[in-house]
């Protein structure tokens, strides 16, 4: 029986985008309202806090270690030895949203998706590498987790509202994305689905925000394997470690654990699920200075 570990519980609101990051050998997670940004060192069994700003919705690791940083207002900002450096300053569409959650592409370029507010729906955009912004898709409820098939032709993509993961066709060479249908679709007692990715075998991994648990998904899109975590706001997961056979969890709630229990908001980890692989390294260009 595969039980899910307490790393760290430092009561996120909306823990999320864990990410291994592999020049370092640390895991990196962040809390989106409250602007924080954690990592932590299993080879030491420390962590820490590291960064304190405006809301991060998600990031990513660059070619040379740095952060990229996906915030509020449309804004994208490198984040080195603890300075920011804004590649894009703001998305006027973006004003009253933020940034959901990112992943690099193969070749160094990155997807990012922004919130629904009231005025309108997200969106999921392609941040070029030569950092500017291209709009993909309209009208996305939840923009949400999202990863590549092993052959590198397949793009996987979460629209949490609408309780789906698409399956596109994705092109390397220009990152261009078609042919969209639904891979799996869920019910509402099953949570939405939230962050996912994909193991060494080819499979996707799911976290259910109101489910409590995290899912293996077969290649149909049917759910295979199901494990309970002990917060049912469960956001995110990611591989890691030294030979990425660790699962690490992100859970949300830590602002109600009077209803979302003691442990919400934590960060987990599982270990025996298999081996993961290693995202991609965004590769945007910096502006000069």
Request: charged letters at 25%; one cysteine or more.
């Amino acid at each position: 029986m595969n039980t899910a570990t307490l790393i760290a519980d430092y009561s996120c609101e909306t823990g999320e985008n864990p990410l291994w990051h592999p020049l370092e050998q640390r895991l990196y997670w962040t809390d989106i309202p409250t602007g924080r940004l954690f990592r932590y060192d299993p080879s030491s069994d420390r962590h820490e806090q590291c960064y304190e700003g405006r809301p991060v919705g998600g990031f990513t690791v660059q070619a040379d270690g740095s952060l990229l940083l996906f915030m509020d207002r449309g804004t994208v900002a490198l984040w080195k030895n603890g300075a920011l450096t804004e590649i894009v300053h703001e998305v006027p569409e973006e004003r009253g949203s933020r940034f959901n959650d990112v992943i690099a592409d193969p070749r160094g370029r990155v997807f990012c998706g922004t919130m629904s507010t009231a005025e309108q729906k997200g969106k999921l955009y392609r941040l070029n590498l030569n950092g500017k912004l291209h709009p993909v898709i309209d009208d996305v409820g939840c923009s949400n987790g999202m990863a590549f098939t092993l052959d590198r032709r397949g793009f996987y993509f979460t629209d949490s509202f609408a309780r789906e993961i698409y399956l596109f066709d994705y092109e390397p060479e220009d990152g261009s994305i078609r042919n969209r249908r639904v891979f799996a679709r869920f019910r509402e007692a099953d949570g939405m689905p939230d962050g996912i990715t994909i193991d060494a075998d080819g499979r996707l991994w799911c976290a259910f925000w109101d489910g409590g648990c995290i899912a293996r998904l077969s290649s149909e899109g049917a759910v295979e394997t199901k494990i309970a975590i002990p917060a049912p706001k469960t956001s995110s997961l990611t591989f890691g470690g030294e030979d990425y056979s660790d699962l690490y969890v992100t859970t949300a709630g830590g602002d109600s654990k009077k209803t979302d229990g003691p442990l919400a908001g934590g960060l987990f980890c599982l270990k025996n699920l298999g081996r993961g692989l290693p995202e991609f390294l965004s590769r945007i260009a910096i502006p000069s200075s």
